[in-house]
């Protein structure tokens, strides 16, 4: 079997021209979606994702503010510019980027936004609302993996679902929501004994490992939709986690990376500002 393409390209365009269309909407009513992002100190992957926020803020007709701070800033310095974000009526959405310089708490500065300005999904407010399957703000790039899981077209219930990678940004949300959608989940990580033996049972299989051509084709059942969250820069090229040219032999479905689920990062990121901003006028 040769996969189908899931085409983040295509997709998160399409995603984008609509949030624009509701952007210009909201706009005629007087409100425009306003995205602040912190970025402190000048880690080189970091400059170019706050970029490509910067410019889908553009694209779709946001508002977007970068606030630049220096890499020895301080938690109280931090703590307070999202304080004074908090309280600007013309900011719907806050994103500190992430990972922050070692000496800074990360889970304090994302505890100091308020949730529904929260447009990551990494308060714990809005991680504990995603467990206990209540609405919130759900984390940027597993909601766009299980965009492209569903436009697959595949009922999911009672598939078997396999998520690589337990991380609080990526791992764990995946796997909520893939229970959400009635998957049989499981979470592997590296510690994870036998791995190939949980990945080869896996309908839906998601890599989220931080690896270079991790998942390999023996690891991948035929007809299995393979989702890549990898992003992992080697001699210069961008590769994701899965050896895409032999997985694809194999899958029904698969994300290439570049192209694939960073795409839909951004897409989401911009569709959960435009909610926040949508909230505020539903709330007057
Ligand atoms: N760093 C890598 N991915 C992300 C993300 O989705 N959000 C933030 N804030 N930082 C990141």
């Known amino acids: 079997m040769t996969a189908k393409i899931l085409d983040g390209k295509v997709m998160s365009a399409e995603l984008k021209a609509e949030i624009a269309r509701k952007t210009e909407e909201l706009k005629k009513r007087g409100v425009t979606p306003g995205l ?44 307070a510019e999202i ?17 922050l310089p070692k000496h800074l708490d990360e889970q304090a500065a994302l ?28 984390a940027c790039t597993p909601k766009g993996a299980l965009y492209m899981i569903k436009s697959t077209g595949v009922d999911l219930t009672g598939k078997e679902a396999v998520v690589i990678g337990r991380s609080n940004i990526v791992g764990k949300p995946m796997a909520m929501l893939l229970l959400q959608e009635n998957c049989t989940v499981t979470i592997c990580h590296s510690r994870t004994q036998n791995l190939a033996e949980h990945t080869r049972r896996a309908d839906i299989l998601v890599a989220a490992v931080g690896k270079a051509g991790f998942v390999t084709a023996d690891m991948v059942k035929d007809g299995a939709i393979v989702i890549d969250v990898g992003i992992n820069r080697v001699d210069g090229k961008v590769r994701g986690d899965v050896d895409f040219d032999a997985v694809k032999e194999k899958a ?21 500002t435009l909610e926040a901003a949508e909230r505020t006028l539903s709330r007057d």
């Open 252 to 272: 029904s479905w698969i994300t290439p990376v570049p192209g694939g689920v960073g795409r839909m990062t951004i897409a989401m990121l911009l569709a959960n």
């Open 111 to 138: 505890a100091r936004i308020l949730p529904e300005k929260d447009v990551d999904g990494f308060h714990l407010i809005n991680a504990g609302r995603l467990m206990t399957g209540n609405p919130g703000v759900t």
């Open 36 to 79: 602040a992002v912190i970025l402190v100190g000048n880690d080189p992957a970091s400059e170019i994702y706050v970029r490509n926020k910067g410019n889908g803020c553009e694209e779709t007709g946001m508002l977007s503010r970068t606030i630049r701070m220096d890499g020895d800033t301080t938690q109280e310095a931090l703590e």
């Open 83 to 99: 304080d004074r974000l908090n309280a600007d009526s013309a900011i719907h959405g806050i994103l500190v980027q992430l990972p």
